[in-house]
């Protein structure tokens, strides 16, 4: 007879739900360092918002689907602990420290990374995060890295102009006066966009189709 999903039928404590109450505490460790992170930042209000107004409210709104968690793990039995995903959880993290150390300048020591900005940060992200699962294809998270790159420039750059770096220092530095830094950035997300779309099309171009032939039963 095989064992439930959740366990014994005993209840181990007041846990009852293992997977539920670790997967919480771990969003409310997230929410908690990135309001600590972001507490320096101007918050601005709803009509003229700050670049800490949105983080402060997404970290908190993490933090709260994080207590839920907590609380359906104590009341209502679930799924117990997995193996742990050591693939998944570096290359997040990787993911996460490439996007940091690259949207702008970094100095550690005597060494500063170059400030790439969002257009190349977003996308190095995407990439590398994407390889988490063995199921990754390089085709679809190129896709995904252009039209995900392209919306958060749009919607972080353009309509709430957040002073997010969109572009590399470098380029900022040669086109200063002589093109709008908003005109750039619609100019580059409608160019990221096109190229997700073209990406698209060719996929679908070079899909080849199987044809199964029936099989006929002889008896």
């Given at each position: 007879?095989?064992?439930?999903?959740?366990?014994?039928?005993?209840?181990?404590?007041?846990?009852?739900?293992?997977?539920?109450?670790?997967?919480?505490?771990?969003?409310?460790?997230?929410?908690?360092?990135?309001?600590?992170?972001?507490?320096?930042?101007?918050?601005?209000?709803?009509?003229a918002m700050g670049p800490g107004l949105m983080?402060?409210?997404?970290?908190?709104?993490?933090?709260?689907?994080?207590?839920?968690?907590?609380?359906?793990?104590?009341?209502?039995?679930?799924?117990?602990?997995?193996?742990?995903?050591?693939?998944?959880?570096?290359?997040?993290?990787?993911?996460?420290?490439?996007?940091?150390?690259?949207?702008?300048?970094?100095?550690?020591?005597?060494?500063?990374?170059?400030?790439?900005?969002?257009?190349?940060?977003?996308?190095?992200?995407?990439?590398?995060?994407?390889?988490?699962?063995?199921?990754?294809?390089?085709?679809?998270?190129?896709?995904?890295?252009?039209?995900?790159?392209?919306?958060?420039?749009?919607?972080?750059?353009?309509?709430?102009?957040?002073?997010?770096?969109?572009?590399?220092?470098?380029?900022?530095?040669?086109?200063?006066?002589?093109?709008?830094?908003?005109?750039?950035?619609?100019?580059?997300?409608?160019?990221?966009?096109?190229?997700?779309?073209?990406?698209?099309?060719?996929?679908?171009?070079?899909?080849?189709?199987?044809?199964?032939?029936?099989?006929s039963m002889t008896t």
């Amino acid at each position: 007879m095989s064992e439930p999903i959740g366990g014994s039928g005993r209840s181990n404590g007041p846990i009852r739900g293992p997977q539920s109450v670790v997967g919480g505490l771990g969003l409310v460790a997230l929410g908690v360092f990135a309001i600590w992170a972001g507490g320096d930042l101007p918050q601005g209000t709803l009509g003229a918002m700050g670049p800490g107004l949105m983080p402060r409210w997404l970290a908190i709104g993490v933090a709260a689907c994080g207590v839920a968690l907590v609380v359906a793990g104590l009341v209502k039995r679930g799924d117990p602990l997995p193996p742990v995903a050591w693939r998944g959880m570096l290359v997040v993290v990787t993911a996460i420290l490439a996007f940091a150390l690259t949207i702008r300048p970094f100095a550690l020591g005597p060494v500063t990374t170059p400030g790439l900005g969002l257009i190349v940060a977003g996308p190095l992200a995407i990439l590398i995060g994407g390889y988490a699962t063995p199921e990754a294809r390089l085709r679809e998270l190129v896709i995904l890295a252009l039209f995900l790159t392209a919306g958060c420039m749009l919607l972080f750059g353009d309509l709430l102009n957040l002073p997010i770096p969109i572009f590399p220092t470098f380029v900022i530095e040669a086109i200063s006066g002589s093109i709008s830094t908003r005109v750039l950035l619609r100019i580059a997300a409608g160019l990221l966009t096109l190229g997700g779309l073209l990406g698209l099309a060719l996929g679908r171009g070079s899909g080849r189709r199987v044809d199964v032939a029936p099989h006929s039963m002889t008896t």
